[in-house]
């Protein structure tokens, strides 16, 4: 019933560097802990900075514009969930299984939908073994375990039977189970080089003498004549001249 249950609410805070930057986050959690079943359910907010570029690589072109390939930490959020149950494998030793499931998602992320599961074993009051798995289409397959020291609760009495086995006092001594590592993603973005001084992307007029006539200044189909760059290349536009080209007496004025 329910007055056989611990319920118990958390909030902690979260810090990790990656080498880069440093990310903050703030967790919430609940949890409902009793003989036959536990639930546990925990959220993950970044706070502060969530994303830092970590450089840009090999640009392009690509229409009028110049492209590049920008690297980017994002920090998460997200949350999981599990339940679990006990295990009848020795009455002197609290075995429990779980199963799961998480969330995380960031700008720009695809997001992280997982499966996990776990278990873990009370060995004595205050030590705990613990082994979990989990898989997502992001992180792929992570395998963790350890062992967690953990102090205050109840005693754990020895000789239980695995049925209705521990009082409410007992799972009082219970760790707090949550993921203190914050989730960080690495993005590889494709954006489009800003002019600092408009906020706009930087345009790119293409002129190549070897082309076919009609083209618009794209990369693709890039201006014959300089007279075409004059008269159809917009203000402040970077004109870029194509090797071997070759424009004899025709000349330019740049606006």
């Not at 392009?60 to 690297?71: A, E, K, Q, V």
């Not at 494998?89 to 997001?111: E, H, M, P, Q, W």
């Not at 705990?128 to 062992?147: C, P, Y």
């Amino acid at each position: 019933s329910c007055t056989h249950r611990v319920h118990g609410v958390h909030v902690f805070y979260d810090g990790r560097t990656t080498g880069n930057a440093y990310y903050n986050q703030i967790g919430l959690g609940f949890e409902s802990l009793g003989d036959a079943f536990d639930v546990r359910v925990n959220g993950y907010i970044p706070v502060g900075k969530q994303e830092n570029s970590l450089g840009v690589r090999n640009p392009f072109f690509g229409g009028n514009n110049i492209f590049l390939n920008r690297t980017v930490e994002v920090a998460l959020t997200g949350f999981d969930a599990e339940v679990g149950m006990p295990l009848p494998v020795d009455c002197n030793i609290d075995t429990r299984v779980f199963a799961g499931i998480y969330y995380y998602d960031g700008n720009l992320s695809k997001g992280a939908l997982g499966i996990s599961g776990r278990i873990e074993s009370r060995l004595s009051e205050t030590l705990t073994l613990h082994f979990a798995i989990q898989n997502d289409r992001i992180f792929d397959t992570t395998v963790s375990g350890g062992l967690a020291f953990h102090f205050g609760g109840g005693r754990l009495r020895r000789g239980w039977r695995w049925q209705g086995q521990r009082s409410v006092e007992d799972r009082l001594g219970d760790r707090i189970v949550r993921d203190p590592n914050i989730v960080i993603e690495t993005q590889n973005r494709v954006e489009a080089a800003i002019d600092p001084r408009t906020g706009q992307p930087i345009r790119v007029c293409h002129v190549n003498s070897n082309a076919q006539p009609g083209g618009d200044g794209s990369v693709d189909r890039p201006h014959d004549s300089l007279n075409d760059v004059e008269a159809k290349c917009e203000e402040n536009d970077i004109v870029y001249v194509h090797a071997n080209s070759n424009f004899a007496r025709e000349d330019i004025v740049l606006k």
